[in-house]
C-alpha cells in the first residue's frame, strides 16, 4: 500500500512542478513523440530588441526555452533580419517563426498561436530635434525608416493617407539602428522617449508556423497559457523598466537626482475602497490603479514601497499622518485644497456611474453603506434622496424591486445592465497628496507622469493585474486536470473524463454571456469589442428607443421586452454579419464596416413603421465615421454625443457626430466636467442696477451669473445654465451666486453706500428651491456674511407653478421669515396668468422684455396695449413692476406715461463688476 502511495505521489509531483510540459491527454503525447523525431527549423530575428538581455533573459531566449527545453522539440535555431527570415519562411526553408503580427493574409497561408503581447506603432526618434511630436505636419517631407516587409509599414500608410501627409519611406534590414534619425517602431523601443507619434494598435504578435504544424500549434498554445505568456510579458515588465530609467533620469536635475538616490522608502498612505483599490487574497497584494501606479514607480525607480493601511480603514488617520509627515504619499482628490498639501497632476479619473430603471417617479438612490459612491452621491443628491444598503447583492435588488429609481457604482461588470439605463454621472480626478515641503518629491512624480505612463496605459496595465488574478484561478483548474488525467490514466475510471472537459470548457461557457430578451451580446461583450478590435475602419453606430420607459409603463413590460426583441430582429437583419450589442436597457450599439450607413438606416426606419404605428416607437440615432487610426471607444463616444443631439431635435431620426458638433459637445463635457468636479472658480457674479425711471437713481440690483474659464474662455449663461440644469447641478451656481450677492449687499449697506430701501435680488431655479437643503443653505450664508435677509430680494419665474406647489409654497415662506422679498421674474413669458398670481406672497412682478420689445415698432399699437393692461391688472394686486429689458428712448417714455417706476436695461446699464455698480451709486 505504501509503494501505491509513494507512486501515486511521484506522479502529482511530476505533473505539478515538472520543468517540462506534460501531456494532456494520449494524442498530444503522439504528437510530441512524433515532432521530436525529424527536426524542425525555428526563425528568430537577429534584432536589437528581441536580444536584449535582462537578467540573463531575452525575447529570442525564452522562445526558445519553451520549444527546446519545455516541450522537448528538436530545434535548430536560425537567426537573421527580418527579411531574411520571412524570405526562408515563406519558401519552406523555416518551420516556426518566433515572432510575427497577424493579418488575414498571413492567416491563410500559416497558424499562429495565442498572442505574446500586444502591441502599438509608433514613430518615433531618439533625437529631440528630428520632429515635433505636437504637431504632425512638421513630419511632413521627412525620411521614415522601415524594416522590410514589417506589416507596421501598412498602418503607417494608412495614417498617413488618413492626415493627408507625405514622407518619404525608406526600407532597412533593421529600422531600430535608424533610432537615432525617424523611424517605424514597436511601443516597446520607445519607453520615456519624447519624440514619438502614436500611429496605431497593431494586430496581436504569435508565433507563427506551417500549416502542417496546426496540431503541434495547440500544444504550444497550453505551454503558453501554463507558464511563457507570463514570462514574456514579465520579461518585457522587466526590460521596460530598464529603458525607462535608463531615460528617465535623463529628465531630472542634480538635486532630484540626489533626492530619489536618499530616497530608499516611500510610505504610501491607503484606505480600501472597493472597486478603485482592494487587497487581492489570490495575489496577495493591492489591486486597483493607484496602488498599481505607485508600484510602477518604485519598480521602476528601485525604491521600496510601503504601504500604510489604518486601522478600520480611516481616511482620516492618513490625513493628519500626511500632515505629521509620517506618510509620503496619498491618494487625494485634486479638488479638495489644503494650504499644508500639494498635489501633483491628475493620475486618473474613475468613472462613477449611474444606474436607472426608468422609473420616474420615485427619485431615492442607493448606495452601498460607508462606500466611495456615498460619499461622492452625497455630494450630488440630497441625503434624504439616498437610502444605504450593506453591498451591492442588496442595491441591485432594490433596483429590481423599485425601491430605488437609481444606484451609484463605479463597478459596473457586475450587474446586468441590459435590463437598465447606464450613464456616467461623474469623473473624479485622482492626484498625489503630498506635505508641502515635498516639492522635490512633488516633481519627480509628475515628470514620471507625463514621460511614462498615459492614464490608458495605467488602466490596461491595472486591468493586466486583475485579470492575473482571474487567471490563476484557472491554473488552479489546470492543476486540477493533471491530476484528474494521471487517475484517468492509472485507474481507468473513464467516467472522470467528463469531469476533465467540463473543467477544460469552464474559461470558455464563462465567456458566453449574451442578452436574455434580444439574444444579442451584451455590454460585456461590447466591452470585449471594443478593446480587442481596435484597428477597425467603419461606422459606429449608437441608438436609443424614445421615451422607452413610458411604452412600457401603459403596455406593460411583456410588451416592452416584444419590442426589444423586435428592435433586436430588425437590427439583425439591416445590419447581419456585423457587430450588434444590446448595451443598456433601451440602448443598442452597431458597428459597420462598409460604406451605405444611410440606405441601411432608411431601411431599420422602414422596417419599425409597424411598431410606431402601434406603440410610438420612435429611435435617435448617431453615429460617426470612424477611422482606422482612432480607438474604437472614442468612435463610439461621438456616436453617443450625436444620438444625444438626435434626442433634441424633434423630427430627426439620426445626426451624424460631424467635427463642428464633436467640438461643441466637447466644450459642453467640459462644462458639465467642471460642474461635476465642482470646479467652480471661474463662476462669478456681475450686478446690473434697478434704477428709478424718472430720477434715473440707482433703486437696486440683480445679480446674475456669469463664468471664464482658464481653457473654454468665456461661457455664455445661455451655455452653462441649461447644461446645469439638464445635470441637476443648478443648485451649485446658485448657491455660489446667492453667496456672492449676500456678501457684496453687506459690503455695500457697511459702507453707507446705499440707503435702508436698497435691494439686491438673486435667482434662484426652480430645481434649486425643490432642494430640502435651500432654506438651510440661505440661513447659513446670511450668517456667516453677518447680514440681513430685508437687504435681498428672491427672483423665481412662472416656472414655479408646474413644482409642488404646496412643498414650495412652505419654503418660500421660511424664506420670507427670513427677511427676504419674493419677485417673479420675466412675467408673460411662460404659461401662467395674472389669475395665479395671487397664490404667491409676491412684493414684486418683474415684466418680461418680450411685449416691451415691440413698443416703437409697426406693432407698437397692440404692444402697449397689452403691456398697459397688464400693468393695470398687477397693481390691482398691490405689488411694485419691474421693467426689464429697457434699450430705446421710445421705451422708456411709454413705461414713463405707463407709471411704471422702476426699470432695468442697457439704456442705463449692462450687467457689470462690483467695483463699476459701486460708481453708479
Known sequence: M??????????????????????RNMKEEKILKSYKEHQLVLGLKNTEFDNMLIDGESLNTIIEEMLRDYLNLNIRVVMDDWSSLYSSYNNKDIDILGVMNQSEDRKE????????????????????????????????GKNIYVTKGSIYKDSLI??????????????????????????????????????????????????????????????????????????????LE???????????????????????????????????????????????????????????????????????KPKNNEWRVLYEKILNKEIKVLPFLSTKK????????????????????????????????????????????????????????SLEGALNTREVSTILLFDINKIDTSKFKVDELLRIPIALALHREDVILRDVLNKFISNSLTMEKIIEEADIIKKQEA??????????????????????????????????????????????????????????FLSKKKNLKGYSIAMDIDNFKEINDKYGQVTGDYILKSVGQCLKRIFRNHDIFRVSGDE????????????????????????????????????????????????????????????????????????ELLKRKKRENSIKSLLRNKNLSGLYAVYQPKFNIKTKKVMGGESLARWSDDKLGFISPAEFIPIAENINLIHLVDYKIANETIKFVKDLKENNLVDENFKLSFNLSMKTLERSDVVRKIKEFLEKNDASGKWLELEITESIFSTNLKTTLLKIDELKKLGLSLAMDDFTAGHSTVSLLPLLPLEVVKFDKGILDAIGTKDNLVASNIYSALVGLVKDLNVAIVAEGIETEAQLLFLDNSNVKIGQGYIFSKPITKDEFKKKL
Open 2 to 23: 505504501r509503494k501505491v502511495f509513494l507512486l501515486y505521489f511521484l506522479l502529482l509531483t511530476q505533473v505539478i512542478f515538472s520543468a517540462t510540459y506534460i501531456p
Open 109 to 140: 497561408k500559416w497558424v499562429f498561436s495565442l498572442p505574446l503581447y500586444d502591441d502599438f506603432v509608433y514613430i518615433a526618434s531618439s533625437g529631440k530635434d528630428k520632429f515635433d511630436p505636437n504637431n504632425i505636419k512638421s513630419l511632413e
Open 158 to 235: 494608412k495614417f498617413l493617407e488618413s492626415k493627408n501627409l507625405t514622407v518619404n519611406l525608406i526600407e532597412v534590414d533593421d529600422s531600430y539602428r535608424m533610432k537615432d534619425e525617424i523611424y517605424l517602431t514597436s511601443k516597446y523601443n520607445i519607453t520615456g522617449w519624447e519624440s514619438k507619434i502614436k500611429v496605431g494598435y497593431v494586430s496581436d504578435t504569435s508565433i507563427s508556423l506551417r500549416k502542417n504544424l496546426k496540431d503541434l500549434s495547440l500544444i504550444i498554445n497550453n505551454a503558453l497559457l501554463e507558464k511563457y505568456q507570463t514570462k514574456i510579458r514579465m520579461y
Open 238 to 308: 522587466k526590460r521596460e523598466n530598464y529603458l525607462f530609467k535608463k531615460n528617465f533620469l535623463n529628465y531630472l536635475t542634480e538635486s532630484e537626482k540626489n533626492y530619489l538616490k536618499k530616497l530608499e522608502v516611500i510610505n504610501f498612505g491607503l484606505v480600501e475602497s472597493k472597486p478603485l483599490n482592494y487587497y487581492s487574497q489570490s495575489l496577495n497584494r493591492y489591486v486597483g490603479v493607484t496602488p498599481f501606479f505607485l508600484e510602477k514607480i518604485a519598480k521602476k525607480l528601485n525604491l521600496k514601497l510601503r504601504i500604510i
Open 338 to 393: 489644503n494650504e499644508n498639501i500639494i498635489f501633483t497632476n491628475t493620475i486618473y479619473e474613475p468613472i462613477l456611474y449611474r444606474i436607472s430603471n426608468f422609473d420616474k417617479t420615485n427619485l431615492k438612490v442607493g448606495v452601498v453603506r460607508n462606500s466611495v459612491e456615498e460619499h461622492f452621491g452625497r455630494e450630488v443628491y440630497d441625503d434624504l434622496d439616498i437610502k444605504f444598503y450593506n453591498d451591492e447583492n
Open 471 to 528: 487567471f490563476n484561478q484557472y491554473q488552479k483548474f489546470q492543476v486540477t486536470n493533471r491530476i484528474l488525467y494521471i487517475l484517468l490514466t492509472i485507474s481507468g475510471l473513464f467516467g472522470i473524463a467528463s469531469i476533465f472537459k467540463i473543467f477544460s470548457n469552464y474559461k470558455l461557457t464563462r465567456e458566453l454571456k449574451k442578452d436574455l430578451i434580444t439574444g444579442l451580446p451584451n455590454r460585456t461583450e461590447f466591452l470585449n
Open 588 to 659: 443598442f450599439d452597431v458597428f459597420v464596416q462598409e460604406e451605405f450607413i444611410i440606405e441601411r438606416l432608411n431601411s431599420l426606419k422602414d422596417e419599425l413603421k409597424a411598431l410606431k404605428l402601434a406603440y410610438q416607437l420612435e429611435l435617435s440615432i448617431g453615429y460617426y465615421k470612424k477611422n482606422i487610426d482612432e480607438e474604437l471607444e472614442d468612435a463610439f463616444k461621438y456616436a453617443y454625443m450625436a444620438m444625444e443631439e438626435a434626442k433634441k431635435v424633434n423630427e430627426t431620426y439620426y445626426v451624424e457626430a460631424t467635427e
